[in-house]
C-alpha cells in the first residue's frame, strides 16, 4: 500500500468511525442510564435515510431535511418511549429484546409500504459536492470531510452536556446509581424520555448525514445496528468513551481490511472483537 | 484443649478503589468452636466472610485452609474444600422444594452431575441424606413443601441445611438471624450450639445477647480494622470495645 | 412423571397423533405436506433455543448460526453428486457443530446479560458474512444439494428422503425424540443443575459447581440440535443460503419460543404452528403482514407473557379449582 492510499484509507476509517460513533453513542446511552437494550436503535437510522431521501425529494435543501428529519425522530423518540419503552423498565433483558424486534419488524413494515424497496439515493448538497486535492494526484470529496468534522462537533457538544450542564449530571447519576436520582427528587421518568428521544435522534441524524454517501436500501437499519454492537461490545456497555475508541477502531479496522484482506472484509470487526474480548470480557472500559 | 487451626487469614486486606473495607487482618478459625464476629456497621465484616468463601479475591494477604494459601482458586473450589457458606439476605432456590433445595447440595458429592438420562429422584441415598440434613436443622416435616412458601426463619433454617448438606467443614454464617423474632432467633442459637460441636463455625452476628451466648472465640472489628479476639468475658470486659462502642445507639449491649 | 403438567399431556396426546393421521387427510396436496414437515423441522429448532432461553437462562441471539451451519457443514462435507448415508451424516453434522459450539461458547459464556445477546448475535452476523462473501459457497445465492442421502440401516433401506411423506415422517419422528430427550434431560441429574443455575447462579457456585461447564454443556448440545434442524431444513429443499443465518431467523425463533411459553418445551412446537399459521394466512391477505406480526409481538410482551402453554396451563387449572 502506498502512503496516498494509505492516507486515504485513514481519512475514510475515521470518518466511518466517527459515524459509528454517532449512532453507537445513543444507544450506549440509552442502555447506560436506562438499562435498555434498544434492538431498534438501528431501525432509526433507517428512518432517518428515508426522511432525508423524502424531504429532500419534497423541499430540495439537504439541510432543512435534516432538520426536520432530527425533529420527527426526537418526536418518534418521544412516543416509543412514553407508549413502549416505559413498559420494559422494571422487566428483563428478553421482554426487552422482544419487544423491540417487534419494533423492527414495524419499522421495516412501515418503510415498505412509505417508500417501497427499491434502493434509493439523495444528491450530496450542492455547497459541499465539490472536491479537494489530495496528495496530489487523488482527491477527496468535501462531503465526507464535512461528515467527520459534523460528527466531531457533535461529539464535543456530548462531551460538553455530559461533564457540564446539570441534564449531563443527571446522566451520569443515572448510570452510576439510578436509586440516588429517584431520591435527590429528581423526576426520573422525564430523564428517561429525555434520554431515549436524544438517543433515537443521534441516530437518525446519522441516517440524515450518511445518506448522500451510501445507498438507502431497507435492512440497513440492521447491518448497522450490528456493528454498533460491536462498537459498544469492545468498547464497553454504557460507555460513552468507549463507544468513541470503540468506533473509531472498528471503523478503522474495516476500511483497512477491505483493503489488505478483502476476501474476509465484512468478518474482520468480528475476528476483531473476539479477540478483544478474549483479554477484556467485558470490553475496554467498562465500567 | 487446643482445637486444630482449619482457616487462616494472613495480613487479609481488601480495598475498594482507595475505601479501605479491610486492613491487615489475621486470624485464625479453630474446629469444634464457633468464631463470633462483632462490629458496628460498615465494619468489614461481611467483606470477611466473602472473602472467606472466595467470592471476592484479597487485595492483599493470605487465606490459608489447613495451611495451604487457597487465595487464587476459583470460587466454586472452597466450597470443594469444605467451606460452606449462607448469606446475608435469604439465598436459596425459592421455587423448589425444601428436599429439591437440599438435593441440588448433596448431588455433588454423591455424583451423577453430567448424566442427561438418570432421572433425579432414582437415587433413594441422595434424598436420604438431604432429608437427614433437613432434619438437622428441625425442618423435616417441611421436606415436600415449596421454599418459598415456609416461613422467613424457616428459609433462613433452610439455607443452613443446604449448607450441611454439602458436607462442610467450615461454616461460615452471615447473619442467620437477622430480621427474626425472639422464638426463631431462639431456635437457630439452639442449633449453632449443637452444631458448634462438630464443625468450625464463624458467625458475624448484630445480636449481641445471641454472639455472647454462643462464641468460643470473639473479634471485634471496627472500621476494617481489628480491633480485639479473645473470649467472651475478655472481650466483654477490654476498654477499647466499649470505646468502639460508645455512640452507637443501636448497638446496645 | 415425564410429563408433569396436564395441559403438557393433553397437547402431547392430541397433537401426535394428529400429526401421524395428516399425511392421510393431505395426501393430493404436498404443498400442506410440505408445510407442515417445515413446521415440525422448525419446532425442533426452537426447541433447542427455548432449552437455552427459558431452561438455561441463556439469552442468545444468534442460534441461527447453528440452523445455518447444519446445512453448509453438510455441503462442505459430502460429495456433490453421490448419496452419502444420512445417519451417518447426521453424526458428523452434529459432532461438528458441537465443536463449533464448544468453541463459540467457550467466549461467549464467559459473559452474561445484555452482553451475552449482543456477542452471540455479532457471532452469528460473522458466519453469516463468511457465507455471504463466499465464492466458493454460492454468495448470497447459497449451495444447491443435488443428491438426497439414502437412509440404509445395515443395508436395509426404510424410507426415501425424495418422497415429502416420508420425509414428513422423518421430521415427525425427530420432533418426537428431541421433546422426549429434553424431557428426560430436564428430569436428569444434569437438569437438576440446569434448574438451579437458572434460579440461582449464585447459589449454586457456593455449593461448590463449577457452572460454566454445566452452562457449556447444554449451549453444546442445544446447538447440535440447532444444527440438526438447520440439515433437515437442507435436505428437504435441497438448498442453503445465507438467509438461514439470518439475525432474523434468530430472531423468529425466540419470537415462536415466547409465543409457546418459554421453557416449557413443547411451547415451542405451538408457538411455531400458531406463528407460521398466522404468517401463512396474513401473507395471503396483505403484502405488508410484517406490520401486523411487529404489532402482535409488542403486544404479546405487553399483555401475553406466559405464552400459549402458559394460558393453557392456567385455564386448566382454573377448571380444576371449580
Known sequence: MDSTLFIVQLINGLQYGLLLFLIASGLTLVFGVMGILNLAHGSMFMVGAYLAWYFVQQTGSFAFSAVISAVIALLIGFLVERTLIRQLYRRNHLDQVLLTIGMIFVFNALQGLLWGNDPLGVDVPQALSASIPLAGIIEYPVYRIFVAVFCVVVAGVMYYVISKTRLGMLIRAGESNREMVECLGIDISRLYTIVFAIGVMLSAVAG????????????????????????????????????????LMVGLVDTFASVLVPELSSMMIYIFMAFILLLKPQGLFSS | MENNVILETEGLCKYWGGLKALDDLSLAFHDNQ?????????????????????????????????????????????????????????????????????????QRLMGGSFNFF????SQKMLDEIATQALEKVGLGQRRDHIASQISYGEQRQLEIAMVLATSPEVLLLDEPMAGMGHEESQLIIDLLSRLKKEYCIVLVEHDMDAIFELSDQLTVMVDGQHLVTGSVDEVRDDPRVKEAYLGQGDEVY | MLLNKRAERLFVWIFFPLALLMPMFLEQNEYYVNKLTTIMILSIFVMSLDYLVGKCGLITLGHAMFYGLGGYIFVMIAPEYEAVNFWIYTFYICA????????????????????????????????????????????????????????????????????????????????????????????????????????????????????????????????????YAGYLFT???????????????????????????????????????????????LEHLTEHWLLFMGGLIILMVMVFKKGIAGFLEDLLEKRDGK
Open chain 1, 208 to 247: 440524515v448525514v450518511a445518506a448522500p454517501i451510501s445507498s438507502i436500501v431497507p435492512g440497513m437499519g440492521e447491518h448497522i445496528l450490528i456493528t454498533c454492537f460491536v462498537v459498544v461490545v469492545i468498547g464497553g456497555m454504557g460507555s460513552i468513551k468507549g463507544a468513541f475508541i470503540g468506533a
Open chain 2, 34 to 106: 464457633l468464631h463470633g464476629i462483632v462490629g458496628p456497621n460498615g465494619a468489614g465484616k461481611s467483606t470477611l466472610l466473602n472473602m472467606l468463601c472466595g467470592h471476592y479475591k484479597p487485595t492483599s494477604g493470605k487465606i490459608l485452609h489447613r495451611g495451604e494459601s487457597i487465595s487464587s482458586i476459583k470460587p466454586y473450589e472452597f466450597a470443594r474444600r469444605g467451606i460452606g457458606r449462607s448469606f446475608q439476605k435469604t439465598n436459596i432456590y425459592s421455587n423448589s422444594t425444601c428436599l429439591e433445595n437440599c438435593s441440588v447440595a448433596v
Open chain 2, 118 to 121: 438418570r432421572s433425579r429422584y
Open chain 3, 96 to 227: 461438528i457443530s458441537a465443536t463449533v459450539a464448544f468453541v463459540i461458547g467457550f467466549l461467549v459464556l464467559r459473559t452474561n446479560g445484555i452482553y451475552m445477546i449482543m456477542i452471540t448475535l455479532a457471532f452469528a452476523q460473522m458466519t453469516f458474512y463468511y457465507f455471504s462473501d463466499s465464492i466458493d459457497f454460492g454468495g448470497t445465492d447459497g449451495v444447491f444439494v443435488y443428491v438426497k442421502p439414502e437412509t440404509s440401516i445395515f443395508g436395509l433401506s426404510l424410507f426415501d428422503l425424495d418422497n415429502p411423506t416420508h420425509f414428513y415422517y422423518l421430521c415427525l419422528f425427530s420432533l418426537f425424540n428431541t421433546l422426549l430427550f429434553f424431557k428426560v434431560l430436564i428430569r436428569s441429574r444434569f437438569g437438576r443443575l440446569v434448574d438451579a443455575i437458572h434460579e440461582n447462579p449464585g447459589r449454586t457456585v457456593a455449593l461448590g459447581y463449577n457452572i460454566f461447564i454445566y452452562r457449556l454443556v447444554s449451549y453444546v448440545v442445544a446447538s447440535a440440535l440447532g444444527a
Open chain 3, 235 to 281: 435436505l428437504q429443499y435441497g438448498f442453503v443460503n445465507p438467509s438461514m443465518l439470518s439475525w432474523t431467523t434468530s430472531g423468529t425463533a425466540l419470537v415462536m419460543s415466547i409465543l409457546g411459553g418459554m421453557g416449557s418445551i413443547y411451547g415451542a412446537i405451538l408457538g411455531t404452528l400458531v406463528y407460521e399459521g398466522l404468517h401463512y394466512s
